[in-house]
């Protein structure tokens, strides 16, 4: 049972008291640590967010860069194939043309040489044509 004398107030000054002293010593400096410690994750948090933003723009411009670095090797690439094929259709119609000038001197060297031939054995076609009528006679034109 519950008797209410001079001992209860002196119990309540006393709880009074201690909530006083422990929110003096412990309750408020606990407070402010965990105050303390939550704004450091925030700020934590934020520089995270900032990190992650950078690292996100870093790698879109390294990606961009990357893609304009492969555009312009392809373009070099393409310039350079161009450029060799170029020089290659140039080479060959040189030769092209070397071989068909040796062709067309071979050809009228051919030909001067069949027509000279062709000279010789017409001059050689009468008196051989002769030979063959007096021998087929048997006797001389």
Do not use: C, W
Not at 64 to 76: G, L, M, N, T, V
Not at 98 to 124: M, N, R, V, Y
């Amino acid at each position: 049972m519950i008797t209410v004398d001079l001992t209860m107030p002196l119990h309540i000054l006393n709880i009074l008291f201690l909530i006083v002293i422990l929110n003096a010593v412990l309750y408020r400096p606990v407070r402010k640590i965990l105050a303390e410690r939550k704004e450091k994750i925030a700020d934590m948090n934020n520089e995270i967010d900032t990190f992650h933003k950078n690292a996100k723009l870093r790698a879109e411009e390294f990606d961009q860069k990357f893609r304009d670095a492969r555009s312009k090797a392809k373009a070099e690439f393409d310039a350079a194939r161009n450029e060799a094929q170029e020089a290659g259709a140039a080479t060959l119609k040189q030769i092209r043309e070397e071989s068909d000038k040796a062709k067309a001197d071979q050809l009228s060297k051919i030909a001067g040489e069949i027509q000279g031939a062709e000279q010789t054995l017409k001059g050689q076609v009468e008196n051989f044509a002769t030979e063959m009528a007096g021998k087929v006679l048997g006797r001389a034109l």
